[in-house]
């Protein structure tokens, strides 16, 4: 049933999306995101089963009294039923599209296969030149901003 309701949010416009996520969430909130980067350089994505452009980042909310670290583990793991492990935080931002800070995290699979969820159906690796198209227009200069500040810690 939860998957036939996600399927129906899916056919909503993008600014339903956006009016419903004021209207019902709190007016300031807290989003943790995982950052995963593979040996070639790729990023991990989410195939989103309810978002009209599927891909995103893997991310989630900070539920109340939840610390952030514990939060992007925890989405990770409800989402694909793997382990992460935190590396270090990257950036702490406050988001020019929506009202909410993200807090995002280098991280890297410690374990477990995945396993499609309610909310995610695919994960796959992309390569920078390569992103699909995403929700939000600000994801893709997020990945590449990472991308090009990991990469340039690596010459130091």
Known sequence: MVRFLLRVWQKFPIWMHLLVSRIV?????????AMIF?????????KHTYRKFEWGIPAGSL????????????????????QIEVQKLLLAESSRDD???????????????????????????????ELPAMM??????????VADMLNSSKGK
Do not use: W
């Open 136 to 145: 939000l227009s600000a994801e893709k200069d997020l990945i590449r901003r």
């Open 63 to 82: 539920e109340h009294r939840e610390q952030p670290e514990r939060a992007v583990v925890r989405e990770f793991r409800e989402e694909t039923d793997m």
């Open 25 to 33: 969430r709190p007016r300031f909130r807290v989003a943790v995101a």
């Open 99 to 129: 009202h909410h800070v993200s807090l995002i995290y280098l991280c890297r699979i410690s374990s477990g296969e995945f396993r499609e969820s309610n909310e995610i159906c695919e994960m796959r690796y992309f390569g920078l030149d």
């Open 38 to 46: 593979d040996e070639q350089g790729r990023v991990l994505l989410f």
